[in-house]
């Protein structure tokens, strides 16, 4: 079973900064890695993924202002967050995504103030 552990959350004032990290209990090597996030109701919303290639893939609402990237030696995922914003609260999920395969981590809560 592969284990994903996020990490990096926590209470920021609106305009602020946040980088979450997701580290994975095995290679991430030929594996596609992201993060969603779930607000106040129970749907996970696309954020952001890299491919094993780092191509990286954006939700339209944060492609200005968040930055996926990945760390292949440390088997792990980055979402550095900037400019955030009321609407970025949540709890974000890393995912590990490959050929017939899909793990999620328990989640990190980021809460914004105003």
């Known amino acids: 079973q592969v284990q994903l552990v996020e990490s990096g959350g926590g209470v920021v004032q609106a305009g602020g900064s946040l980088r979450l990290s997701c580290v994975a209990s095995r290679s991430i090597d030929s594996m596609s890695m992201g993060w969603y996030r779930q607000g106040s109701g129970n749907v996970r919303e696309f954020i952001a993924e890299i491919s094993s290639a780092t191509t990286p893939n954006y939700a339209d609402r944060v492609k200005d202002r968040f930055t996926i990237s990945r760390d292949t030696a440390k088997k792990s995922v980055y979402l550095q967050m900037t400019s955030l914003n009321a609407e970025d609260t949540g709890v974000y999920f890393c995912?590990?995504?490959?050929?017939?395969?899909?793990?999620w981590g328990e989640g990190t809560l980021v809460t914004v103030s105003s």
């Open positions: 995912r590990m995504r490959g050929p017939g395969t899909s793990y």
